[in-house]
């Protein structure tokens, strides 16, 4: 089966570990028809959550940001799929929890930005580039779901 699928990297920050919605995340997307091809539980440094962050580099929330995101473990995640950027961000939710369509994780799990449960990237370039700054290449599996032929369409 060929299909054109992309990668995108999903982040459950501190406030989602914490808060015990590993699972709940990866049921979300898993049910979405996402394939789960990188996975890493990690607690983060402050150098590394600069490199992540360094767009944000002079924003008023930056320094808050960092401190935040190297508060606890985060899960890194690399999911791909057709179109797969587009639909973790319509399964996370806008950024802004108030703002989220009902049924998205952010709608149905947190109430402010600041604790908002995961990061998911924008764009594939950001995405190319930000699996690459938390994931070497042989780190990610490439494997094929029995059920691909009936969630991919071919």
């Known amino acids: 089966m060929e299909v054109d699928l992309e990668q995108t990297l999903v982040l459950i920050k501190p406030d989602g570990v914490q808060r015990g919605l590993i699972g709940e995340v990866i049921h979300r997307l898993e049910n979405r028809g996402l394939r789960l091809v990188g996975a890493n539980f990690q607690q983060i440094a402050k ?7 360094a767009v944000h580099k002079g924003k008023p929330f930056y320094d808050g940001l960092i401190d935040y995101i190297t ?6 995640m690399v999911w791909e799929g057709p179109n797969a950027i587009l639909a973790v961000r319509q399964t996370m939710g806008a950024t802004k929890p108030t703002e989220a369509a009902p049924g998205s994780l952010r709608h149905d799990f947190a109430l402010e930005v600041g604790r908002n449960l995961t990061h998911a990237s924008d764009s ?3 995405a190319r580039a930000e ?6 290449a042989d780190d990610l599996v490439k494997w094929d779901r029995d059920i691909d032929h009936w969630v ?3």
């Open 47 to 53: 150098d590394f959550a600069e490199l992540h962050y």
């Open 71 to 76: 508060s606890g473990p985060v899960m890194a």
């Open 124 to 126: 594939s370039e950001t």
């Open 131 to 136: 699996i690459d700054l938390w994931f070497r």
């Open 152 to 154: 991919f369409e071919a």
